[in-house]
């Protein structure tokens, strides 16, 4: 079974930034695509960014790849997030998750980490 487990979560000012970081367990997700998603308070969880299963970076929306970064090692199966210029409408907790290896749904979630904002 998969477990992924998220770190890096905290309070920071805002125009502060932040590294996420996600390690897989389990099984070798080298093949999988991996990504990060958040949820606001009141809001429906978004995709933020990942790595597709041929190994594409991908942002959501494409502006912010300005703010955010995303970076791993597909063969350690670890993906990290890093966020820039934090807003206070970054407040979430963030979400790593893994597709499988046969298409792009993500199956396999991480517990979350809190992000707060502050203005």
């Known amino acids: 079974q998969v477990q992924l487990v998220e770190s890096g979560g905290g309070l920071v000012q805002a125009g502060g930034s932040l590294r996420l970081s996600c390690a897989a367990s389990g099984r070798t997700l080298s093949t999988n695509g991996m990504g990060w998603f958040r949820q606001a308070p009141g809001k429906e969880r978004e995709f933020v960014a990942g790595f597709t299963r041929s190994g594409e970076s991908t942002y959501f929306p494409d502006s912010e790849k300005s703010r955010f970064t995303i970076s791993g090692n597909r063969a350690r199966s670890t993906i990290n997030l890093q966020i820039n210029s934090l807003k206070p409408e970054d407040t979430a907790v963030y979400y790593c998750?893994?597709?499988?290896?046969?298409?792009?749904?993500?199956?396999?979630w991480g517990q979350g980490t809190q992000v707060t904002v502050s203005s």
């Open positions: 998750a893994a597709t499988s290896r046969f298409s792009d749904e993500y199956v396999y």
